[in-house]
């Protein structure tokens, strides 16, 4: 069973910057993605960023792309995401997830191992 917990989020003003950290508690040979999704209140939950365990490649959202940078330390378990150029409309409960199967870019529904979620706010 894989354990996810995040840290990192805050209030940051409108160009600023964030970076989560989500720690694993084991990452077993089943899980081939981790990734961040987010949820704004009455949204539904969207894929922000996720990234091939094995080969480090990468998959963003289009609304994130050029300001956000997912990665990975296998030493630490841990996964990352570095948000740059903060929007209001990037607030929202951000959670960390992870699943196997060979394909990343699929749905929140797609995953199965799931934090607790950080609030990031950013004001205008």
């Known amino acids: 069973q894989v354990q996810l917990v995040e840290s990192g989020g805050g209030s940051v003003q409108a160009g600023g910057s964030l970076r989560l950290s989500c720690a694993a508690s084991v990452y077993t040979s089943s899980v081939n993605c981790s990734g961040w999704f987010r949820q704004a209140p009455a949204k539904a939950r969207e894929r922000v960023a996720t990234?091939?365990?094995?080969?480090?490649?990468?998959i963003y959202g289009d609304s994130v792309k050029g300001r956000f940078t997912i990665s990975q330390d296998n030493a630490k378990n841990t996964v990352y995401l570095q948000m740059n150029s903060l929007k209001p409309e990037d607030s929202g409960m951000y959670y960390c997830?992870?699943?196997?199967?060979?394909?990343?870019?699929?749905?929140?529904?797609?995953?199965?191992?799931w934090g607790q979620g950080t609030q990031v706010t950013v004001s205008s």
């Open positions: 990234i091939y365990t094995g080969t480090l490649s990468t």
């Open positions: 997830a992870a699943k196997g199967g060979p394909w990343c870019g699929g749905g929140a529904y797609d995953y199965n191992y």
